[in-house]
């Protein structure tokens, strides 16, 4: 058998080494560990969530002065959502992957349209016996002054509330800093599910500088996880 010998200036810098590993793992290996503890991970997995990204197909919902369409920026970010969720061992319901709206192929009049597509939205929830339903829109206004993700609920609905108020506070806090607070809406998706809902403008396409933001991957990204980390407020309060 053969026996090393090493010198004290060779075993320092095996110990040096060995200590620069540990903090490299302690500290960049953080990156490549779940965002999600374990309590708060027990509270929302096996959840069934219902992601709702408004418009679609014919109907384009809000435009901006450069053209970006509402129907595209509100299916990305589900897109985004969904892949959060998912990664938190969350079912996820989609009301729609794709640029189509839920009315029927045969229907022509726009009214009736909207009707058939609202009303098959709320079924979705209701058919999945979801436990939390989220509908991803967003703003517009005549003038272009006005900015910042809003969120709603239906009001009379005490864990609508506290779910859009929770899902505000971290739009707020991963968005940057706007006066915007939760607010009552009379919208049919808030209105007619039975289960917590919550509706999420995520900013004005009305105005230029957020509807750039809105149209780039990475704010989508951005906007994707404030959505989810309220979620995980929701179930963790």
Known sequence: MRVWFFSARQVL???????TLGIFLGTK??????????????????????????????????VSAAGALEKEITLQIAKELEDLLKKAAVYVVMVRHGDYDLADSSETNL???????LNRRVLIAE?????????????????????????????????????????????????????????????????????????????????????QLLSEESYQKQVAAAIFAGVLRYYGE
């Not at 810098?13 to 200590?19: D, I, T």
């Not at 607070?181 to 039975?194: E, H, I």
């Open 13 to 19: 810098w095996w110990v040096l080494g060995c200590l």
């Open 127 to 211: 058919e999945a016996d979801a436990d939390l339903y989220i509908s991803i829109h967003a703003n517009y206004f005549p003038s272009p002054r006005w900015s910042g993700a809003q969120t709603f609920y239906y009001e009379g609905s005490t864990q609508g509330e506290h779910l859009a108020r929770t899902l505000q506070t971290e739009l707020v806090r991963h968005l940057g800093p706007n006066n915007r607070l939760a607010r009552p809406g009379d919208f049919r998706v808030l209105r007619d599910t039975t289960m917590p809902a919550a509706m999420v403008e995520v900013g004005f396409l009305s105005n230029p500088r957020e509807a």
């Open 111 to 117: 009214l009736n349209r909207k009707r058939q597509d």
């Open 29 to 62: 290996g953080i990156a490549l560990l779940p965002v999600i503890g374990g309590n708060v991970q027990t509270g929302i997995s096996g959840r069934t969530i219902v992601i709702d990204a408004g418009h679609g197909g014919i109907d384009p919902g809000a």
